[in-house]
C-alpha cells in the first residue's frame, strides 16, 4: 500500500501519444506498456492452456484416442514454450512496468521508445509459434528443453521455434536493461536501496539474472541451428560432438530461469501480505539478502537437472549440496511470510486468498523439489509425472498465483475501479481445488513409474489420469471466471481511492454496494 506513490496519474496523452489503436501501436507510456503485456500474456495462457486441454483430453484413458504420437509431442513441446516465455515471463514484465515507476516515484522507464520495441517484439513470436503448427513436419516436438540430437532432426517448426526465442530473448534483455536503469538512476530522492519496496528489489535482481542467462540460451539454440544447416557437429556425436553438452548450456540457463519466473513473484507476495495483515513485512532486509542468495545459487545448480547423464559421483554430490542449500533462503521467505501473518489483523480478501494459496501450495512444489535434488531419488523419478507434478506446483501454483494476487491487488490502482469481490473469490476456491485435482495425483502416476511425454499409458495408472483430466477442464474454465472479473472491473464498479486497501476493515463495496466514504490519505512520499 504505503509503496505505491501517488500523484503520477494516466494521461493517455503522455509522450505525445495519439488517440485510438495509434495510442496502443505507439504507446510510451509505461502504464499503456504495461497493459499490453498483460492483455498479451493472457492471451498466450489461454493459448498455451488450450494445448494443455489437448494432452489432458489425449490422457482421459488408454490408447490413442485423438492424436498421434507425434502431434502429442508437439502439443506438449509447445505447451511449455509458451507458457514459460509467452505467458508467464510477459506477465511479469507488464507488472513491473505498471509497478516499478509508480514504487520508485518517477514519471516513466528509462527508455519509453525502447519499451515499445521491446513489447512489439512479441506478437511476431507468438505468431511464428502458433503458426509452427500448420508447416510440414508440424511443429516442435523436442521437448521445451530442445534436447539435441532431437532438435538436430526435426523439420521447419525448429526453425520457426528457434527463430521465436531468438525475437523473444532480444525483447526480455531490453526489457530488462530498461528496469534496471530505471530503478537505479531514477528513484525519488532519499529513496536509498534499502528503502525500495520488495517488487522492485526482486525485479532488479530478476533483470540481471535475464542478461546474464539470455546470451547463453541464445547461443545454445544457434549451435542447434548451425549443426541443422551448416554442417557443424557441435552436439552431433558422429561429427566428434556431444549431445550432453547441450544439457549443460541449456541447465545453466534454465535453471535462473526458473527463478527468473518466481523471484518477482515473491515480490508480489511481500506487499500483499502485509496489506491484509495490517502489519509491515517482517525481516526486510533478510528478505533482500534471500532474493539475492537464491539468485547468486541459481547459477550453481543447473546440473541436477542431469543426474541421469553419467555424470560422476563426485559432481552428483556437488549438485545434490548446492541444491539443498537454495531451499534455505527460500525458507526465509515462507517464514517471513508466515511471522507477518503472526498476530495480524488478517482479512481474507481474494488476494490475500491468493497469497495464501501461493504459500501453501508452492511449499509443496518446493518439499517436492528437495525430494527430487537427493541424487538416487532423482535417478528413479528422472523424466517420470513426479517432475511434471513438481515444476508445475511451482510454476502454476507459484508464479500464476502470485499473478492472480497482484491482480486482483492492483486492479483498483489500475482501473480506477474494484472489482467484483464474490467472482473474485469464485476464482480463487476454483483455481485452488481444480489444481490440486489435476496435479497431486501425478506424484503418484510418477512413483508408480508413469514417464511423461507418452500419449498412451497401461491400463494401471487409468484412473490417475482420468482424474488429472477431468481437474485440468475445469481448472481451465475456472480461468474464464477471472477474464469475466477483469473485464467487468475495466467496465465499471464502485469507485476506488488512490490507496484501495487503506482502512477498508468492513469493505462494503465488495457486495456491489457503493463504495464507503472513508477518507483516504496519500501515503507520504519518502524523504
Known amino acids: ?176 536493461i530498461n528496469i534496471i536503469v530505471t530503478i537505479l538512476n531514477m528513484r525519488a530522492p532519499g529513496m536509498t536501496l534499502m528503502k525500495m519496496p520488495m517488487f522492485v528489489w526482486t525485479w532488479l535482481i530478476t533483470a540481471y539474472l535475464l542478461i546474464a542467462v539470455l546470451p547463453v540460451l541464445a547461443g545454445a539454440i544457434t549451435m542447434v541451428l548451425t549443426d541443422r544447416h551448416f554442417g557443424t557437429h557441435f552436439f552431433n556425436a558422429a561429427g566428434g560432438g556431444d549431445p550432453v553438452m547441450f544439457q549443460h548450456i541449456f541447465w545453466f540457463f534454465g535453471h535462473p530461469e526458473v527463478y527468473i519466473m518466481i523471484l518477482p513473484a515473491f515480490g508480489i507476495i511481500s506487499h500483499v501480505i502485509p496489506a491484509f495483515a495490517r502489519k509491515p513485512l517482517f525481516g526486510y532486509s533478510s528478505m533482500v539478502y534471500a532474493t539475492g542468495s537464491i539468485a547468486i545459487l541459481s547459477f550453481m545448480v543447473w546440473a541436477h537437472h542431469m543426474f541421469t547423464t553419467g555424470m560422476p559421483v563426485t559432481g552428483q554430490l556437488f549438485f545434490m549440496y548446492a541444491t539443498a542449500l537454495i531451499a534455505v533462503p527460500t525458507g526465509v521467505k515462507i517464514f517471513n511470510w508466515l511471522a507477518t501473518m503472526w498476530r495480524g489483523a488478517m482479512t481474507f480478501e481474494t488476494p490475500m486468498l491468493f497469497a495464501l494459496g501461493f504459500i501453501f501450495v508452492f511449499t509443496i512444489g518446493g518439499l517436492t523439489g528437495v525430494i527430487l535434488s537427493v541424487a538416487p531419488i532423482d535417478i528413479q523419478l528422472q523424466d517420470t509425472y513426479y517432475v511434471v507434478a513438481h515444476f508445475h506446483y511451482v510454476l502454476v501454483a507459484g508464479s500464476l498465483f502470485a499473478l492472480f494476487s497482484g491482480t486482483y491487488y492492483w486492479l483498483p490502482k489500475w482501473t480506477g475501479h474494484y472489482y467484483d469481490e464474490k467472482l473474485g473469490k469464485l476464482h480463487f476456491w476454483c483455481s485452488l481445488i481444480f489444481f490440486n485435482v489435476t496435479f497431486f495425483p501425478m506424484h503418484f502416476l510418477g512413483l508408480a513409474g508413469m514417464p511423461r511425454r507418452y500419449a498412451d499409458y497401461p491400463l494401471q495408472f487409468a484412473d490417475f489420469n482420468m482424474l488429472a483430466s477431468v481437474g485440468a477442464f475445469g481448472f481451465g474454465l475456472s480461468q474464464l471466471i477471472f477474464l469475466w472479473a477483469v473485464l467487468k472491473c475495466i467496465r465499471g464498479g464502485p469507485k476506488a481511492p488512490p490507496n484501495a486497501w487503506e482502512g477498508a476493515e468492513g469493505l462494503e463495496w465488495m457486495v456491489d454496494s457503493p463504495a464507503p466514504h472513508h477518507t483516504y490519505e496519500d501515503p507520504p512520499i519518502v524523504k
Open 1 to 176: 500500500m504505503s509503496a505505491v506513490l501517488p500523484g503520477i496519474e494516466h494521461d493517455p496523452h503522455a509522450h505525445g501519444a495519439p488517440e485510438g489503436w495509434r495510442r496502443w501501436l505507439f504507446a510510451t507510456n509505461h502504464k499503456d506498456i504495461g497493459t499490453l503485456y498483460m492483455w498479451f500474456s493472457f492471451t498466450m495462457l489461454l493459448t498455451g492452456g488450450v494445448l494443455a486441454l489437448g494432452i489432458r483430453a489425449e490422457l482421459f484413458q488408454p490408447g490413442l484416442q485423438l492424436f498421434e504420437p507425434e502431434r502429442f509431442n508437439q502439443l506438449t513441446t509447445m505447451h511449455g514454450v509458451i507458457m514459460v516465455f509467452g505467458a508467464i515471463m510477459p506477465a511479469f514484465v507488464g507488472f513491473a512496468n505498471w509497478m516499478v515507476p509508480l514504487m520508485i516515484g518517477c514519471s516513466d522507464m528509462a527508455f519509453a521508445r525502447m519499451n515499445n520495441f521491446s513489447f512489439w517484439l512479441m506478437p511476431p513470436a507468438a505468431l511464428l509459434l502458433v503458426t509452427s503448427f500448420f508447416v510440414p513436419g508440424g511443429a516442435m516436438a523436442a521437448g521445451w528443453t530442445m534436447y539435441a540430437p532431437l532438435s538436430t532432426q526435426m523439420g521447419i517448426g525448429m526453425d520457426m521455434a528457434i527463430f521465436a526465442l531468438h525475437i523473444l530473448g532480444a525483447s526480455s534483455i531490453m526489457g530488462s
